[in-house]
């Protein structure tokens, strides 16, 4: 099945989890959503848009570097007279001295992911035109973390997922190791008797609305000549690669 290959790296990314909109969680990988969201930006799609060609593709994501997890503390209204602070959701001001809002927003730091996309032609075709041509900048789940390599990194009518296998991995190898153990996340089982190891509430839907799916975590471990470093050295790496 025809398919393209994306990598997600930023010094921040966040991809958002169930929230009560004072903490504002983050998934440890890329959601479906999350994904979804970046291509239809690409593509100059509104929020409201059904995207029902895009939910045809299926993800396969490898966890290159799984980061670590930090919180900005951040505050909306503070020092404002009760005019000029948020308003409520029925449009009207909260009582003095209660205006400022407090939330925590995590993010994961130092994270790099690539990620298999595989669906229709026509459908890839139309993502991987928009993704090397983005309408609109994109960002790794939020509008504060753009990504700090490029996001497309080829298209492919081979299996996309199988080559998650042999792509440099953006991460340092570990000394004296032969192998190293990624982890990958599937959408499909990856063998017909393996159990779901989670679900994630992040299928979107009309009205800002979400469902369910079950997600396969796998370690596979990997020659460690695979690990090309950071930086320059992986982008040497990969372009060595997909000549």
């Known amino acids: 099945m025809p398919?393209?290959?994306?990598?997600?790296?930023?010094?921040?990314q966040s991809w958002g989890a169930p929230t009560d909109h004072t903490v504002r969680?983050?998934?440890q990988y890329p959601t479906r959503s999350g994904l979804i969201?970046?291509?239809?930006?690409?593509?100059?799609?509104?929020?409201?848009?059904?995207n029902t060609d895009l939910n045809q593709l299926t993800y396969t994501v490898r966890v290159d570097r799984a980061g670590h997890?930090?919180?900005?503390?951040?505050?909306?209204?503070?020092?404002?007279?009760?005019a000029m602070t948020p308003a409520t959701a029925d449009g009207k001001r909260r009582k003095e001295g209660e205006g400022t809002l407090l939330t925590e927003r995590w993010y994961l730091a130092d994270a790099a992911f690539t990620v298999a996309a595989t669906g229709p032609a026509n459908v890839i075709t139309l993502a991987s035109e928009a993704l090397a041509a983005?309408?609109?900048?994109?960002?790794?789940?939020?509008?504060?973390c753009p990504p700090d390599t490029p996001l497309l990194i080829r298209t492919t009518d081979n299996d996309p997922a199988a080559e998650l296998h042999r792509m440099p991995l953006h991460a340092n190898a570990p000394r004296g190791a032969d192998t190293v153990t990624v982890k990958f996340i599937h959408e499909t089982a990856p063998e017909p008797s393996a159990h779901p190891t989670a679900t994630l509430?992040?299928?979107?839907?009309?009205?800002?609305t979400w469902t369910s799916r079950d997600i396969w975590e796998t370690h596979v471990n990997l020659p460690a000549s695979l690990c090309a470093g950071a930086g320059t050295d992986w982008i040497n790496a990969l372009t060595s690669y997909t000549r």
């Open 3 to 12: 398919g393209l290959i994306l990598h997600l790296s930023a010094p921040w």
């Open 25 to 27: 969680p983050t998934h």
């Open 37 to 50: 969201g970046l291509i239809a930006s690409a593509l100059g799609r509104p929020r409201d848009f059904a």
């Open 69 to 82: 997890r930090e919180m900005d503390f951040h505050t909306i209204g503070g020092g404002y007279p009760r």
């Open 134 to 144: 983005p309408v609109y900048a994109p960002y790794l789940g939020r509008r504060s």
């Open 201 to 208: 509430r992040d299928i979107p839907g009309p009205g800002r």
